[in-house]
DNA sequence: GATGAATGAGTGTTCATTCAT
DNA sequence: AATGAATGAACACTCATTCAT
């Protein structure tokens, strides 16, 4: 079982597959390529797969657990620093600052698998995988800006704020995308990331100051 | 040529296949669906259409156009204000409003199509419109940081500085995406779009302070 | 529409069909196969007909059509003159046999389409259609034994008459199942009818009798 | 070789292969679905089994040579009795009644193999075992014609005799059939029977006295 | 202007079977 | 006695496109 031989046939189907689905997209994707390409048949393909999307769940899979783990891991802890908050407080940009640098971190060692995902999922089970994620942030992002604005209660939040919080945690998540599909390096995203969240912070103190 | 009947048949077929790509999306819209929907035989729309990515300029091209053109009018009468502008003056956010309003306005009342360019052009000549008209407001935004900063030249802004205003102009782009697709009116879009603006202006600032 | 040169090719195509489904049986039979011997592209096949099934249907139903149109006609005629019938009356055997004449020729009419429908249609569509004619029979048969018996009431019918009625009714339309895949010609058929009428009424009788 | 623990794997393979092919037909089964629902290797199977008509086999193969052999002593039995006949002799329905009784409670002992043998067996090499089964009971037939109708000696039978004859062989197998398809329990199946065989009897009168 | 027919390469997927270990 | 891996041909079906009429 799980040989070195079904590994490196598993390993050669999964590199073929990055390569055509980086190439293509994942619906123009042809299994057949990717088999040719892997120097295996289509029924060898589909004892270690189940089906296309299983496939590219193989693929992008992996790095996108490791993505959600850490961001489940940094969005409980800031939850719990909340408690401890008093209004007029002073937000802990170290620590959001850390914790972006880790998922930079993350993406770039994943690169090629990140940028399949957000740009070539099209027809796959992994489609609304960033919408997914920015509804994720938008609940966390209801906490933060409850506590800076001094509410009380979530439900005296006026449509025109979840609106407004919502398109900033679908910003705070494009932040990420962009870093990664305009950045040749983590080194160099990395470098980017503090003037991005310069903007960030200074479109939160817009909109607060406005409201 | 071109008289009520023929024009009649295009009609259908534009209407069938603006449907059809709005379901399903480019690349698994079916022209035999269109056809059939439309009561039209697949001969007839190769006599109006060159191919498949021609019927969808069919359907999106007339909307962008006019986005377009407004876009370009805003900004070459943007570009002769500059001219009189001296560093540490105001920037003037009622026009900058004013051509948003505009567009938001352009962007409903043609909401299925540009939804459809948005969000369901992949695999269509068309599948990186965003990314080519946030380019295009890209010149647009240097000359903003420009001023705003106060340099002399252009050449003097730095690789930071550029990568900055790069995602600044996605970022406005991206205002207008949302806007789309998450009111459903325009009446409620251009409710939302003060608080957008709030946000943009506010991560200027936190940009230029920082920088 | 319908022109000459497309009638040719769904004839060759139904003729090809005809002669893998004889030959293979439904599940079998290779869309691939019938189109290489009909000279025609797969495509080409799919213009005519929906799937596989509708191709079996071109085939057979058709025929299938024309003996149950047939049936239903001689089931309404015969229910009518039961409205007449006294108990211990005769029963009208040339009538009978008049209807299992024309049936007999039906099924001579289209022997091949039939015994496609009789032991090749597993898997398809069709692949009940005995039991159903025979469960359309049986309808017809609860009505002539209880006039036979002198039921006043359907609801009188035991069990086991329920029972044998049931096997009368199938075994009915296994004597034309029979003759159609025993009998090389319509003539021997008709030929050998007489023998199997005597049979099937020997049994009504063994049963009425025994009752 | 032979240990409890092939002992085991084969018995679980021929279970789920039962189960596979009562639910789905010879055709239609998969060897995987088999071997998964079993627990074992597709490679377990073809040690035991040399293909899959032979897994089929395995399924249904005793029952059937059981009920082979019981029709073989009964007829043998009879062909003995048969020459201590004299024409016009009454036949002796008993024997042939308990005979019956016999078969059915060997098809009903086997009831799930019985019923795949008559209606999932397409595909097989035993899709034809009733038509098989039917033509040996064939010859036990004309010697009951023969005895029935006086005759001196078989070469008498015209072609119509020998049709009819043929059929009625098929119809008692037909009747085994619909008992053990329409029949839960071996209980019912013999209270029908009576019923069954007093259409069979009035059968053959109907004929004897018509030819 | 438009039809109906046809192309032919392509799709993802399943299958019974084999075999080195 | 049994495994896990692999084969390779086959499957039904869909597609955008073409073209004589």
Redesign the interface.
Known sequence: MGNDNSRETVEKLLASAKKEFSEK?Y??ASLRNICKEAGVTTGALYFFFKDKDDLFKGVVGGPLLELRNNLAKHMSAELEELDSYTPGMKVNLEDDMAAATEAVKILFKHKEEFEILITKA??SSFENVIDDIADMMNKHYIDMFWNMKGYKSKKQMTK?DK??V???A??QV??FV?LLT?CKTEKEAL??L???F??????????I???
């Open positions: 997209g619906m123009k099209q027809g025109e609106f407004i919502h398109w900033m679908h910003d494009d932040i962009h305009h470098k980017q503090k003037g991005m310069s903007y960030i912070i200074g479109g939160w103190f817009g909109v100051n406005n409201t």
